[in-house]
Each structure stands twice: as structure tokens, then as C-alpha cells.
Nanobody, 122 residues
Framework: QVQLVESGGGLVQAGGSLRLSCAAS????????MGWYRQAPGKQRELVAI??????SYVDSVKGRFTISRDNSKNTVYLQMNSLKPEDTGVYYC?????????????????WGQGTQVLVSS
């Protein structure tokens, strides 16, 4: 069973920094893309940043402030968030496209973490 476990959320003042981590575990053969999404109160979940191979992509609102990175040896993805703004507040979810061993054989799946709360005060 594949699991994604996030950590690193919390309360921070505007202009501060946080680092989110997301570790994948289970019978993993390979991990393709890994990304971070967020959902602000009353809004739809949006893609914040994604990393696949050596390529990264960010939503315009976080470019220059957030950095996504990955440690393949630990099956872990990170999101370094600097110069945080109140509009960055929300629940942040990790997502990964993972090839893993299941009862039916090797399967490709789309997995989500449980979410971690980020609250930026003004």
C-alpha cells in the first residue's frame, strides 16, 4: 500500500518561510511526477508546483518565491516557501504518480497526502 505523508505546515507571519515535506512509502517501483496543490477556504484546489525528471513548473502567483525539489533516494518531495503572503493560506496537498506493486500486479496510480495546513497572518 502506497502512502504519502506530509509535514511542515504551520502558522507564519507574512514575509516568513516554511518548508513542506512529503515522503512516499510502500512497494514503490518508480515515481514519475510529484507536485504540491493547495486549497484555500471556499476555493477549488489548484496546482502550485510540479517536478518531473529535471523539470519544474509553478503557478504564476508563487514564481520566484517557492521552490520545489525532490530527493529520489528518499522518495521525498519538498516545497520551500519564502516571502509568504496571506493569500498563500490554505491546505497543501502532496500528489505523486507512482508505479507500485499491488495484488493485481504492477500498477500505476495517482496518490495524495492527507494535507497540511499553512496559515499566513498579515
Amino acid at each position: 500500500q502506497v502512502q504519502l505523508v506530509e509535514s511542515g505546515g504551520g502558522l507564519v507571519q507574512a514575509g516568513g518561510s516554511l518548508r513542506l515535506s512529503c515522503a512516499a512509502s510502500g512497494s514503490i517501483f518508480s515515481i514519475n511526477a510529484m507536485g504540491w496543490y493547495r486549497q484555500a477556504p471556499g476555493k477549488q484546489r489548484e496546482l502550485v508546483a510540479i517536478i518531473s525528471g529535471g523539470s519544474t513548473s509553478y503557478v504564476d502567483s508563487v514564481k520566484g518565491r517557492f521552490t520545489i525539489s525532490r530527493d529520489n533516494s528518499k522518495n521525498t518531495v519538498y516545497l520551500q516557501m519564502n516571502s509568504l503572503k496571506p493569500e498563500d493560506t490554505g491546505v497543501y496537498y502532496c500528489n505523486a504518480k507512482i508505479l507500485s506493486a499491488q495484488a493485481q500486479g504492477v500498477m500505476s496510480g495517482d496518490y495524495w497526502g492527507q494535507g497540511t495546513q499553512v496559515l499566513v497572518s498579515s
